[in-house]
Structure formats: structure tokens, C-alpha cells
């Protein structure tokens, strides 16, 4: 059983169900001083069994931890570095594959997934090179939150084959070490380096590994939720990477919590440059395409997204989709994800042939 499997979100049920009747069973049992310590291990069996149910139904929901070793915090294994291991085949023909991103600027070695077009590696596919689209996922999440939980492949697949999407390799990084800390894909002040590992040696690796366009044009970034701060932070940090960015259900201030750390040790500069909403309002704009989307009942999301859209000015370009209800949750995104692979590719450059 996978953690987010119906069988195990059962078994969690059934235990919470076992647990309170545990609970009313021993509660006025036993005499003595000892009755105290039965009833408290009862209560906190029944607390411990409903949340363990209630994180199953988010895991379910949201995919963020889709095998057992993600939950213990060990990263999947990965080919070495060079080498493509294929994990799925679609029915159109697409390819998931898995590969290693060594980070030689970073320090930071990981593995990611990518997405392959139908026709890849076929006669005139062997002589393409394809527009890419990094993906980032919220957190806590990792690439099979786009792949499970929002059917990125079957997504694609079916806007490839309309014809309102061209041909592009979509390639799936992680943004964090484990599922406990958010790196918020920045350089972190004496820490870990995901600004570099995201914009370097993502590129570096995926250039050099696939036959995809190398040029700013051909590239695009998009992320959800947290995923969605980091693209469009990313982009205005580094408009010489991507020419286009899209988030759903971002956030647009640099935040520090419990999962974050002290990611920027007192540097005020560290995080206003790290801060879309702060960047827009006193930095130059580059030329960059924008598509920002949330639901109206994410009335945070909603409010900060306005408050980001009216400081916006050119050469900036945005373009806005509000959802009616879904709050701040995957249902959002699925329905909306169509439309922004479509987005995408009419602000990126078409596939190319390649030379040599």
C-alpha cells in the first residue's frame, strides 16, 4: 500500500475507529493513580489516528508524498549522471523520465523528472530541438505532485495533440532536499544555494542532456503555490533565462516560518530582493510575460495577487485567470492548467531543427 492509496487511507480510518473505542472502553477502568496515564494514552491514540486519517486525505488529494521512502524523507533513486531512465509511456507516445542534476555551481545534487513530447525520438524529432518549461511544485511537494496529483502528462498529451500547444519538453526539478524544509528556491543567506541549482544547473544539465532550445526564448517557468513564488521571483531575478512565467496560487512577499528557517540571518536587502511585490515597486522591469492565476475564495492569494498586479507596469505583460471556488488546492490548478500549457506556448519559441 502506497501512503496515498484508498487502501491505506482505510486502515487509517479503521484505526481512528479502534482507538475510540479503546477510548470508551478503558476510560473509567483501572483504579488508583493509574487511571490517569490508561486515559491519556487513550486520548492521544483517538488524536494521533484522526490526524494521521486527516493527513492521508490531504496526501490523497494533493499526492505530496507518493511512496513511503518520500514520507522518511529519502530522495528516489536516479541513473547516473548522463544517463535517462525511462519510468512512463503514455498511450500518445510521450515519455517520463528520470535523471540526475549534479549542480557543479550550486553544490546541490538531485534527482528530476522530465516530460518528453510525443515524437521525441522519432526521425524528425532526432533533428528537433523543443522549447522547455520548467515546473516547480508547492510545498511540502515534489515532481510527482505534477505528475500524479495534477496529470501534468495526460494534460499535456491532450493540448499537444489539439494542436494549441507545440511540442515541449517539460522538465520537473526539486526544489528542496526533503519534505520538512522549504528552501523557497533562493540562495539563502549562509545556506543552501536553489536560486543557483534552479537557474544554472538545471539549464546546464537539461541542455546538455536533451535536445532542447538553449536560447531565452524557449524557456518558460511555472509553479504552484510555493512553486509559484519561486517562478516568479526567479524570472524577474533572472529574465535572461525565461521569457515567460506562470503562477497558480502564488505567493508574491519572502516569507520565513517554521518550515522555511531563518533562510536570510537579518539581510533586509537579501529578502527584498527576494520579494516579486517589493522588486516590481522600486527595481526596472524586464520584458516578461506573466500569467497569474488563483480562485476568488483564496482570499489572501486573491488580495496579494491584485496588490502584485497593480504595481506591475511595462514592459511587463500579464495576463489574469481568477477560478470562481476551489480555494487554494489542485482542483484549482488542474482546471487550469489547459489553458496555461496553452499560454505557454504561444509566448514561447517553436521547436527548431537542430544543427548538426
Known sequence: MSPNSLATQWVSVALAVIAAAGLAALWNRGRGWWRWPLRAATALACVTTLALVAGIWVNRQMNLFPTWSEVSGRLPDAPPVGQLRVDQVSAAGSRI???????????????????????????????????VVEALAGFPGTPSVWLLGLGAQASLDAEIAAGRMAPTVVVFPRQNFNQTRDSECIDAAGGAKFD????????????????????????????????????????????????????????????????????????????????????????????????????????????????????LKPPVSVTRMVVPQGGHTGAVWRAALPTIWDWLSGWLAAPQPASG
Not at 230 to 258: F, I, M
Open 196 to 311: 543557483t541549482y534552479l537557474t544554472q544547473d538545471v539549464y546546464a544539465m537539461v541542455t546538455r542532456l536533451l535536445r532542447v532550445r538553449t536560447d531565452r526564448a524557449g524557456w518558460a517557468v511555472i509553479g504552484t503555490s510555493t512553486g509559484g513564488f519561486c517562478a516568479t521571483n526567479l524570472a524577474l531575478r533572472h529574465p535572461q533565462r525565461w521569457s515567460a512565467v506562470a503562477s497558480l496560487s502564488g505567493y508574491y512577499l519572502a516569507v520565513t516560518d517554521p518550515t522555511t528557517g531563518d533562510l536570510y540571518h537579518g539581510d533586509q536587502h537579501l529578502r527584498d530582493q527576494n520579494s516579486p511585490l517589493w522588486r516590481v515597486r522600486n527595481l526596472p522591469l524586464p520584458r516578461l510575460a506573466l500569467f497569474l492565476c488563483v480562485a476568488a475564495d483564496d482570499r489572501p492569494g486573491y488580495r496579494e495577487m491584485q496588490e502584485f498586479v497593480t504595481a
Open 97 to 131: 523520465v528520470t535523471f540526475r542534476i549534479p549542480g557543479p555551481a550550486s553544490g546541490i545534487s538531485l534527482p528530476a523528472k522530465a516530460y518528453l513530447p510525443p515524437g521525441y525520438d522519432s526521425a524528425a524529432g532526432r533533428h528537433t530541438r523543443y522549447p
